[in-house]
């Protein structure tokens, strides 16, 4: 019978203790015992699933990408940490201009006393619907275990993660 070197526990022919996990000593053929690595340590988010991991990177947009990106180590949640983390500064950048056209336009065509400016505003839900899409779309292909790479910020994105 053989008991764990930590914590006492019955290991039987076990590499591993069911108790604590500390790693054993393995018994070989001659006689003599090697000792067995102990496991590299693990990441904060190690016991979750890769795919699920990359799918709640896009959940709250930058928050949840930037907390992924700084704590896991796996090189597929980095990159969706980091692209989720993209995602959300083009939306900003985004609707920044939207308003910045909108409000040029409304002023000129104010002058024109035709209102294009203030149709524009009726086209933000749209940009929003397409980033809202654009998010479930990510979580979706993250959830399928693949490295999507969005247009333009894709390769961007890769290149940061890679260095």
């Keep these: 019978m053989a008991f764990c070197k930590a914590c006492g526990q019955d290991v ?23 000792a067995v ?8 988010t190690a016991g979750m ?5 990359g799918l709640l990177c896009y959940l709250v ?24 983390i993209a995602l959300s500064i083009s939306f900003f950048v985004v609707w920044v201009a939207f308003w910045i056209v909108t409000m040029i336009l409304g002023v000129i065509t104010a002058m024109l006393h035709f209102p294009i400016g203030f149709l524009m505003a009726f086209l933000f839900p749209v940009v929003i619907l397409a980033f809202f ?13 693949e490295m999507f790479k969005l247009p333009i910020i894709g390769n961007i994105v890769e290149k940061m993660v890679n260095k």
């Design 12 to 34: 039987g022919e076990a590499t591993f203790c069911p108790k604590c996990g500390a790693a054993q000593a393995v018994a070989s053929g001659g006689g003599q015992s090697a």
């Design 37 to 44: 690595t102990a496991p590299a340590a693990a990441s904060a």
């Design 49 to 53: 699933e890769e795919n699920v991991a």
């Design 61 to 84: 947009g930058w928050v949840t990408g930037l907390i992924f990106l700084l704590i896991d180590k796996r090189p597929f949640v980095k990159f969706h940490g980091a692209q989720s």
């Design 133 to 145: 899409i654009t998010f479930i779309f990510c979580m979706y292909k993250a959830y399928q275990h």
